[in-house]
Structures are given as C-alpha cells and as structure tokens.
C-alpha cells in the first residue's frame, strides 16, 4: 500500500476515534439523564475516542509529510539535472527556470502532503460516519446523506473555478520571477540611462497583477468553503431538528424508528463529524490545484526524449535542414556541414538565433525539425558569451573539465588566449579568488576565461558564442588568428558578428 493511501486510513481510524467520544458521552449523559448515574465504561470510552483521535492525527500527518518528501526528492533532482543540462522542449528563461525548481517543486510537494492523504478520508469518511449513525438511527444517517449530494454539486462547480484561477497564478508567478530576475541582471544599465522609475512601475504593475491573480484564487477558496460551511450547518440542523422532535413525539409525519435519548445524542454528537473529512479536504484543496498546476508545466519537462543511439567517435558535425521554435519565433530551417577540422561561423544579427543554434548542436535544446548527427557530449567544449564563473580562484575555473591539469599547461592556455596579462597584472596568479559574477574580470577576460577552459578540455569540437565581443581590436585579432590556428586539429563552430572573424572562416551560415 502506497504511503498517501496508508496516511488516510489513518484518518478513517481518526473517525472511528469520534464514534468511541461520541458514544461514551451519549452513554455517560445518558446515565445521568435517566438516573443511573455516570458510569465509568463510560469515561473509559471516551478517553479512548480522545486517545485514538490524537494518535491517528500525529501519525497520519508524519506519515503524509515523509512519503511526499520522499516522492519529491528524486523529481527535485531529476528537475535540477533537466534544467542545468537536459535538452528542454521549450525555452525556460533563468526566472522561470528558478520558481520551477523551488516553488512548484514546493507545491507538489505540499499537494502531496496534504491533499492526497485527506482524499481518501473525504471519499470514505462520510460514509463510515453514516454508517456509525444508522446503528442508532437509519432516518439522522440518511438525512446525512442527502444533504450530501447538493454540496458535491456545488463543490464540482467551486473546483473547475479554482483550477483555471490556480493556474493564471502559477503563469503570473512565473513571469514575475523572470521580470525581476531580468531586471536586477541589467541593473548597471539601468541605473545609467535614469530608466528606475519606469522600471519600478513596470515591477510594481507586474506585482499587482500577481496579487490580483492570488486574491482570484482566495475568493475561489472562500467560495468552497462557504459551500462546505452551509451544507455542514445544514446537515447538523436538520439532524438536531429530527431528533429534537422525534424525542418530543411531534414530528408532522411517522418514522420507523423509535428514539431514546442516548441514540440521539449519538446521532448528533457524530453529525459534525459527516463533513469534517470534506473540511479537511477543502482546507488542502488550494495545494491540490497549485499541486496540478505545477504538475502541468514539470511533466513536460521531464518527458523522457526519444532514445538516444550511442554516438559514433567524433567525425564531424552535420545538420540538416535544423530547425528551433520557440512562442512566437521560429529558427531555420538551417543546413551545414563541419567536418573533423575546420570553422564554420554563424552571422545574423542580434536576436536572430546564433545561440540557440549552438545549443541545439550541443544537445542542450529540443529541435522542432531536422536533425543533427548525433554527438557525445563528452567530444564538446562550450566557450559561452557568458561563461560559467564558480566561487574559487582562476585554477579552479580554468580545470573545471579537466582537474588534473599541471600549471604549467594552464599557465600555457592562458598564454595563447592573451590572460598571461592578468597573470602578471595580479600577485595572486593563479590562486586569483573569483566570485560566482567574475568580479573583477572585464567582460573581454571572461570570455578569454571561457575559450581557455574550452582549449584545456583538449576536446574535438568547440563551439564559440561570440568570442571577439568586448575586445579591443588587437586582442580580437590575437583571438581571431588563434582560432583558424586551432581550426587547423580541431572543429570550430562560432556564432559572432565579428565580420573579420567570419572572414577567416571556412564556411559562414547567415540566419
């Protein structure tokens, strides 16, 4: 039995703890209402209701909250494995990337935990509440009942609600964690054109509509529970009315049963209990809808891709008729070929998918058409326009894709890219601390940071996305005439805008 289903028969036995309350006190005021006197089977039983309520409540909800951490955790990891470094059917920008990992992650985690226990209880609790109270009177339990089958009616209404409410939320959450992610990156620049005020409107409109988006879903969970609340009143009303008359002997119409006063203090002492499992239900609902939600933007996610053929040694690389779409752009279709040795360059202007298209050469992104000859990842080095920077000195994020380096060949590296000059500018060398922003680096110095670490992988293709930017024209020259050098034992896939660059190349792919 999975772990959610073995939490909720703990709250089915929580309901059979109320029937033990409720029993031993119909029976001890029973007594005294007839003369007998309190009995002490009486308070024994119900200290036992008492008993058994709180340990199935403690154990159900330990239970729920360390099955959901274990289901989570290997989707936590698989999700972080698939954002860092899978192909994606999608673009994921860095924001939405973030509240994917932690916060749906979170939601499903809390669905889980508090709605897939209660469900169970909520489906079989009415009716082992109904069941109890028919033992003492079948007419209290099937008023039960039928005051059960308007508020599931109300309830279907209330969920289709709350799920198109919980999933504008999630979308808006969404897109206000990558416009703050966005805006804080190009905080300098923003800062320099004066533009703060209209970004703090732009941020603050953002804001408002997410909070509009959550007050949407509150008013949807209001709603559920003031459905929940009229049939729960209603429900222990008319029970309390029945009895009350049955007692008295003036009920307007004849019933086949016969009422003491300890069966109808039963009856309606169990009464509450009938919509106590839904309460719980609705009060976990609001995670059932962000829980699906968020189910519904990580399971594509994680879809498994079609099975990979074990890629060939590197011969070259081949793409045919490649193409990339994303919401509302289209890349290609784009056709090249590179073969062991030589450089292809990929010009176009800004925008127009030079990036992209290395990534979908490096597997790193889903293709919408074509194909690319199949390619071990371990045969690629990657020289980003934004290169990875981790906390650590220089040696460390020089060797990170081969630690075993001597200095002598990093030193080496570092010398045809042109970062001997930060060697010799700084005492540290290479025990240069660097944060995880490069701080103290010029833009020009992460990128030969960037085409170092790549040459030091000594793997067969490399793929470089705008080598030249940020350079002077004598350092763009240095790096220009050392990549056809390199070009001659290895594969060299560029994207730039640098025309001098693209002037040395073997072939040039304008998109």
Request: with cysteine; hydrophobic share 55%.
């Amino acid at each position: 039995m999975r772990t959610r289903e073995r939490s909720g028969g703990w709250w089915l036995v929580d309901i059979a703890g109320a029937g033990l309350f409720a029993w031993g006190l119909a029976a001890a005021i029973g007594g005294l209402v007839d003369g007998t006197g309190l009995a002490s089977h009486a308070v024994v039983t119900m200290l036992a209701g008492g008993a058994v309520r709180g340990g199935s409540v403690w154990a159900a909800q330990a239970r729920a909250a360390a099955g959901a951490q274990r289901k989570v955790a290997p989707l936590r990891v698989a999700l972080h494995r698939r954002l860092l470094a899978g192909a994606l059917p999608r673009a994921v920008p860095i924001g939405e990337s973030a509240a994917i990992a932690i916060d749906h992650a979170d939601r499903i985690e809390a669905h889980a935990a508090r709605f897939l226990p209660v469900r169970l209880a909520a489906t079989a609790g009415p009716l082992l509440v109904a069941i109890l109270v028919a033992f003492a009177s079948p007419v209290a339990a099937a008023i039960l009942v039928a005051t059960l089958v308007p508020f599931v009616l109300g309830m279907i209404l209330a969920g289709t609600m709350a799920r198109r409410a919980a999933d504008a939320q999630l979308r808006a959450l969404e897109q206000l964690s990558e416009l703050f992610v966005e805006r804080l990156r190009a905080l300098a620049i923003i800062r320099h054109f004066g533009a703060g005020d209209r970004i703090t409107r732009q941020v603050g409109a953002a804001t408002a509509a997410t909070a509009q988006r959550t007050l949407s879903v509150l008013r949807v969970a209001f709603l559920s529970s003031a459905i929940l609340e009229f049939f729960a009143a209603l429900s222990v009303a008319l029970v309390a009315v029945y009895c009350g008359f049955a007692l008295l002997g003036i009920l307007p119409f004849p019933v086949p049963e016969t009422l003491t006063f300890r069966e109808a203090l039963f009856a309606l002492a169990m009464a509450p209990e009938f919509y106590l499992p839904m309460r719980r239900l609705a009060a976990a609902y609001h995670e059932k809808q962000l829980g699906e939600a968020a189910h519904a933007v990580i399971d594509p996610l994680l879809a498994d891709p079609p099975p990979a053929v074990a890629p060939p040694p590197y011969a070259g690389l081949t793409a045919e008729a490649l193409e990339i779409a994303w919401p509302g752009a289209r890349i290609g279709p784009v056709s090249f070929a590179l073969g062991r040795t030589g450089m292809v360059a990929l010009t176009g202007p800004t925008g127009s998918g030079k990036t992209s298209l290395l990534a979908a050469c490096a597997g790193q992104v889903a293709t919408a058409g074509g194909s690319v000859v199949a390619i071990d990842p371990a045969d690629i080095a990657w020289a980003a326009q934004r290169p990875l920077i981790l906390p650590g000195s220089l040696r460390d994020n020089l060797t990170l894709a081969r630690p075993d380096a001597g200095d002598a060949e990093v030193v080496e590296v570092c010398h045809r890219v042109g970062l001997d000059r930060l060697l010799v500018t700084r005492a540290e060398g290479l025990d240069l601390a660097l944060d995880h922003h490069g701080s103290g680096l010029s833009g020009g110095e992460r990128r030969r940071l960037a085409l170092a670490r790549a040459l030091l992988s000594s793997r067969p293709l490399l793929l470089c996305d705008e080598p030249t930017a940020d350079l002077d024209a004598a350092s763009a020259a240095h790096i220009t005439a050392l990549l056809r050098d390199i070009a001659r034992t290895h594969a060299v896939l560029v994207a730039t805008h640098d025309q001098a660059l693209a002037a040395v190349a073997d072939r040039v792919v304008a998109l």
